[in-house]
């Protein structure tokens, strides 16, 4: 189960931390991912991380603006966004994969809405 928390409204430039709680994590789970969606849009991929070592992954749209870390003693993901922009705006979902190349994700979050105004 995952529950993801810590979304709202910001300012342009401003800053938000996501979190995402994990219950159940097997020694299957490879890793945690961040996807985001608006509304008539697909879904798309944001950031992940490896649970062990802690490597980690990002969309272009995101380079240098978001950092995605891990507590494993939590199980919990954490998605710090910085410099947000109004293109941010988007439900995030926080989701886990078994996939060893973290292509593929099998359990996903109920979704957190962050808003950004210009």
């Known amino acids: 189960q995952l529950q993801a928390s810590g979304g709202g409204l910001v300012q342009a430039g401003g800053s938000l931390r996501l979190s995402c709680a994990v219950s159940g994590r097997s020694f299957s789970s490879y890793g945690m991912g961040w996807f985001r969606q608006t509304p008539g849009k697909e879904r798309e991929f944001v950031a992940a991380i490896r649970w062990s070592g802690g490597s980690t992954y990002y969309a272009d749209s995101v380079k240098g603006r978001f950092t995605i870390s891990r507590d494993n003693a939590k199980n919990t993901v954490y998605l710090q966004m910085n410099s947000l922009k109004p293109e941010d705006t988007a439900v995030y979902y926080c989701?886990?994969?078994?996939?060893?190349?973290?292509?593929?994700?099998?359990?996903w979050g109920q979704g957190t809405l962050v808003t950004v105004s210009s």
């Open positions: 989701a886990h994969t078994s996939d060893s190349l973290l292509r593929h994700y099998d359990y």
